[in-house]
């Protein structure tokens, strides 16, 4: 089961961070996966016993446009999930390391600065014109 949600999370996942607060100091990691077949996206929630479920409406007046659904977790739940398929994770190994890494930076309370440059290298791979990413890595 872990090997299989790992694969989905590589082909069709997100781990990131979210930064609140004052000056944007209080970080938060978050592991997202959309589909649009809710019977995945659902297994995903009763393997782990956490996160939510959402719904984006496909397409108004697009044919063959359907409606996406996604599992969130964020915080303590998004670390243990990741703590989990982390052996398995091919395409996305190096974001749940960072995620890992900023996890232990905010529990430990390390500097904003190393908290900062945590969640920039982490959020880089996620854009389309991620620096990490062409680089195939640090």
């Given at each position: 089961e872990l090997a299989w949600a790992a694969g989905f999370v590589d082909g069709e996942g997100c781990i990131t961070t979210i930064e609140r607060g004052p000056a944007r100091?209080?970080?938060m990691i978050q592991l997202s996966v959309s589909n649009t077949h809710k019977p995945v996206i659902e297994r995903f929630q009763q393997l782990f016993k956490c996160g939510s479920i959402s719904m984006r409406q496909g397409a108004k007046g697009k044919p063959g446009w359907l409606d996406c659904y996604s599992w969130t977790v964020r915080a303590k739940g998004a670390g243990k999930v990741i703590e989990a398929i982390e052996p398995f994770l091919v395409v996305k190994?190096?974001?749940?390391?960072?995620?890992?890494?900023l996890r232990e930076a905010?529990?430990?309370r390390a500097s904003?600065?190393?908290k900062q440059e945590l969640a920039l290298k982490l959020r880089s791979y996620n854009g389309r014109r991620s620096v990490y990413a062409r680089r195939g890595g640090e």
């Open positions: 100091s209080i970080h190994a190096r974001q749940a390391e960072l995620a890992l890494k905010v529990s430990t904003n600065e190393m």
